[in-house]
Each structure stands twice: as structure tokens, then as C-alpha cells.
């Protein structure tokens, strides 16, 4: 517990409007993508057809779109920041799995990725100071 509150601080101190700006655009585009993989469900298990064979195949549909949507707001917000892409991580590296299991789509590979190298950043540097968390921490 320590350890958060220690990167909290150091964010909270090395807080930036850009790097707020990143955060809202992530959980943005996550949130979005939510809603495309709800209105395309076909779509969706295209995507998770290399791995049909594993466990829980079937559950991974029904836990991408709302792990995005609700992700997506809360990361905008900044609220839960690191909870909400605790969530989002398994579905990333998912994403980027696939590109080995199935057929190399570049396109899909290379969103994929940077998306995950920009949840595991904010998974160290947290929500920042101009967030939701901060708001109410600073309420009490």
C-alpha cells in the first residue's frame, strides 16, 4: 500500500495537462470500442476465433465490450484509474496474442500494443492530479 501512495505522490507532483489529455483519450477510445464490439458482436467473435479452443472462449465475449465501456468511463474520469486497467489488460494482451495465433493484421496488432503500453503506463503513474480520485481524496 505504501508503494501506491508513494506513486500517487510522485504523480500528483509531476502532473501534466498532456498527460491528463492521454488518460481521456484512452478511456475515450476504449469506451468507444465497447460500443463497437456491442454493436458488432460477429465481429467480435471473428476476433476471438484463434482461440476457440481454450477455456473460457465463449466468456471472453460477454467480458470485453462491458470491461471496455465501463473502463473506458472510468479511465476518462479518472476514476479507479489503475482498477479499471487491471481490467483492461487481459483483454490487450488478448489482443495482441491473437496477431500469433491467428492471421498478422498489422492494423489491429499495432493499436493493440500501443494501447497496452499506454494502460501500463498509466497502471504505474495512476490517475494524476486532475482526475476523479484526486477530486475526492481531497474532499476529505
Known amino acids: 500500500m505504501g508503494t501506491v501512495k508513494t506513486l500517487n505522490k510522485w504523480a ?3 502532473t501534466y495537462y498532456p498527460l491528463d489529455l ?3 483519450a484512452l478511456g475515450v477510445f476504449l469506451f468507444f470500442k465497447g460500443i463497437h464490439f456491442i454493436g458488432n458482436t460477429e465481429l467480435l467473435i471473428e476476433l476471438i476465433d484463434p482461440l476457440k479452443n481454450w477455456a473460457g472462449s465463449l466468456m471472453m465475449v460477454h467480458y470485453v465490450a462491458p470491461a471496455h465501456l465501463i473502463g473506458g468511463l472510468l479511465i476518462a474520469f479518472g476514476l479507479l484509474t489503475r ?11 488478448g489482443a495482441v496474442a491473437i496477431n500469433f495465433f491467428g492471421p498478422m493484421d498489422t492494423k489491429g496488432f499495432l493499436s493493440a500494443l ?6 501500463a503506463f498509466f497502471l504505474v503513474y495512476g490517475s494524476g492530479k486532475h482526475s476523479a480520485d484526486y477530486y475526492f481524496k481531497m474532499q476529505k
Not at 482498477?83 to 483483454?91: K, S
Not at 500501443?114 to 494502460?119: F, K, M, N, Q, R
Request: net charge positive; aromatic share 4%.
Open 12 to 14: 500528483n507532483a509531476h
Open 22 to 24: 492521454i488518460r481521456v
Open 83 to 93: 482498477w479499471a486497467i487491471i481490467a483492461q489488460l487481459p483483454i490487450l494482451i
Open 114 to 119: 500501443i494501447i497496452l503500453v499506454i494502460c
